[in-house]
């Protein structure tokens, strides 16, 4: 499962930022049952979930995002979304979207939430 994220960019704190997430090359059969996270690596310190959904649009988010980002998924058109609102300046890192079959990390956006 091939994703590219794309939508990053620099905001000032308190804003807000739409990531999406397009799987170009991935039959709709494939991408619809998939589980696919957002995932973010902030400098200095370890890649962590963000917030995740299942092919039946079951929800995760992580504790430092709940109440702020939403994500949602069109299955037609093969994109996985991350509404970011009300961003603070520990939300800058780069962005990862990721299949949970996936062994390997591909192409980052990058976030920065100045303050």
């Known amino acids: 499962l091939h994703l590219q994220p794309f939508g990053g960019g620099l905001v000032q704190a308190g804003g807000s930022l739409r990531l999406s997430c397009a799987a170009p090359?991935?039959?709709?059969?494939?991408?619809?049952?998939?589980?696919i996270g957002w995932y973010r690596q902030a400098p200095g310190k370890e890649r962590e979930l963000v917030a995740d959904?299942?092919?039946?649009?079951?929800?995760n988010y992580g504790d430092s995002v709940k109440g702020r980002f939403i994500i949602s998924r069109h299955n037609a058109r093969k994109r996985i979304f991350l509404q970011m609102n009300n961003l603070k300046p520990e939300d800058t890192a780069d962005y990862y979207c990721?299949?949970?079959?996936?062994?390997?990390w591909g192409q980052g956006t990058q976030v920065s939430v100045s303050s």
């Open positions: 959904i299942t092919g039946s649009g079951v929800i």
């Open positions: 990721r299949s949970s079959s996936s062994h390997s």
């Open positions: 090359r991935t039959i709709t059969s494939v991408f619809n049952p998939s589980t």
